[in-house]
C-alpha cells in the first residue's frame, strides 16, 4: 500500500491524526495495532479506539489517533498498519 506523498501539503505538522483500520473482528486487531504503534513506532494513542462493528459482525473498523510530526512518518505508519496481521485495509 502506498500513500501519496502529497498528503503533508494538507496537514500542519506536528498535528494530531486519525487512521481508520479495517479488519475481522478478532481480538488479535487491536493488538496488531497497537503493537505496530506502540511498539514499532513508540508512539502513545492519543485515545481508545474509536470502533464500529460491521452488520453482521464480521468485520470491525478502529480508528487510530496518533500526534505526527512529519509526512514521512505518516507514510511509515500507514504502510506499518498495512501489512499488520489481520489488517486488511487502512484509510
Known amino acids: 500500500m502506498a500513500i501519496s ?11 494530531e491524526f486519525g487512521f481508520r483500520v479495517l479488519g475481522s473482528n ?4 487491536e493488538e496488531s495495532v497497537t503493537s505496530v504503534i506502540v511498539n ?5 494513542l492519543l ?3 474509536e470502533k464500529h462493528t460491521s452488520r453482521n459482525g464480521s ?8 500526534r505526527l510530526e512529519s509526512d514521512e512518518q505518516l507514510r511509515n505508519i500507514y504502510e506499518a498498519l498495512g501489512k499488520a496481521p489481520h ?3 487502512v484509510l
Not at 506523498?5 to 498535528?15: A, V
Open 5 to 15: 506523498t502529497e498528503m503533508g501539503k494538507y496537514l500542519d505538522f506536528p498535528c
Open 26 to 29: 478478532r481480538p488479535e486487531l
Open 40 to 44: 514499532d513506532f513508540a508512539m502513545e
Open 47 to 49: 485515545r481508545p479506539f
Open 59 to 66: 468485520y470491525v473498523s478502529l480508528k487510530v489517533t496518533v
Open 87 to 89: 489488517v486488511r485495509g
